[in-house]
């Protein structure tokens, strides 16, 4: 059974810290680019980072670039993504997200909330 699961959230103060993990099964992430979402409340599921199969490249959106950091280990099967700085907009579900020219995976969401 393929599944991503993401862990890792919770309830932080702004200006913290949170390590999301995602952990992939039934299938290996090495041959998927991997990528972060999030989605707020009344608001579209928009791309947080991105990075290549082997990890060579990174991509961010402009809102998290120089505090979020995308990161992946092909062995352990899972993908981080290492946000800091956190601001009240940086509120959301945030999802983990498997593709490549075949299939597309998402895992179930975890909620972070930055408390101001």
């Known amino acids: 059974q393929v599944q991503l699961v993401e862990s890792g959230g919770g309830l932080v103060q702004a200006g913290g810290s949170l390590r999301l993990s995602c952990q992939g099964s039934?299938?290996?992430?090495?041959?998927?680019?991997m990528r972060w979402y999030r989605q707020a409340p009344g608001k579209e599921r928009e791309l947080v980072a991105g990075?290549?199969?082997?990890?060579?490249?990174?991509d961010y959106a402009d809102s998290v670039k120089g505090r979020f950091t995308i990161s992946r280990d092909n062995p352990k099967n899972t993908v981080y993504l290492q946000m800091n700085s956190l601001k009240p907009e940086d509120t959301a579900v945030y999802y983990c997200?498997?593709?490549?020219?075949?299939?597309?995976?998402w895992g179930q969401g975890t909620q972070v909330t930055v408390s101001s």
């Open positions: 997200n498997a593709q490549n020219y075949y299939y597309a995976y």
């Open positions: 990075i290549s199969n082997l990890g060579g490249s990174k």
């Open positions: 039934g299938f290996t992430i090495s041959g998927y680019r």
